[in-house]
């Protein structure tokens, strides 16, 4: 007997704020010398804005793995070694505690040498390197730039789309930064992509339905970390269980019922997605550069 198979789940989020927001960056491109593209290192893939080649043109380019405390090590291993391989220059950080953040800086002048020695020659040699950070909703834009400028120089929150406007932070006399918002496209590749998007947080949670989210999630838990499962809830997945079937287990595990004993399998649902933003599963990585989605 087959487990049944995931559910069908339509994320698809493009608010009318999105277009502005690609206006705006890439009118910036005018202004900055180089772009910092900040990825989550759960989901290297599909936090890679498709749209951000075309609107950063060939703009020196850092790719910064943030979260990296909540993803695999040794899968974020391979994820630099991938982007390496393809000639982009690659930094782990994790601008919640502070990890890897110091080095943004180095990175950026060794980037950004050439252009340093041109503007030197010019008599130029004062002027603030100037890089745009871009990513995708809530990855953590403006708590790295908090972070480096050492102060609440940007607005940060756990929503998506909380930056508003063009906001330039001077982080030393040799360094400024120009905080987006996050943009997302109008069309996911694939469910897998926007379900690791939701997974992440990247999505508003209004815009999909948190049971089946967490549904599948638990079916590729059971299909690639089963032991997540039982070291959090407490319980061995039955290899034959559909993802409700082992969501309404998790909740009866927590005591989550409602009236006449029946499972809470939305609050179930909702303290899942909590727990894995707040990385209580462990480091888990969602993609791998071989699968492109062990989660898809």
Known sequence: MEATPYQNMQIQWFPGHMTKAQ????????????????LDARIPASSRNP????????????????????????VTARWRAHFRAAGLRVLETDAKSGRGVKELPLALRDILKEKRAALAEKGQASRPMRVVILGIPNV?????????????AAVAGDKPGVTRGRQWIR???ELELLDTPGILWPRFSSQAVGEALALTGAIKTEVFDTEAL??????RLRATRPELIEQRYKFAPDPEES??????????????LIPGGEADTERMARTLLREYHAGKLGALSLETPESAAIFG
């Not at 967490?214 to 079916?219: I, K, P, V, Y």
């Open 140 to 152: 953590g834009k403006s708590t790295l730039i908090n972070r480096l400028a050492g102060r609440r």
């Open 23 to 38: 206006r705006e960056i890439r009118e910036s491109m005018k202004l900055v010398d180089a772009v910092c593209e900040l």
């Open 214 to 219: 967490a549904a599948n999630f638990l079916l």
């Open 171 to 173: 982080i030393d006399r």
């Open 243 to 256: 993802g409700y079937a082992l969501l309404e287990r998790a909740a009866r595990k927590r005591g989550m």
């Open 51 to 74: 749209d951000i080649d075309e609107l950063t043109g060939d703009k020196p380019r850092l790719l910064i793995l943030n979260r990296c405390d909540l993803a695999d090590p040794a």
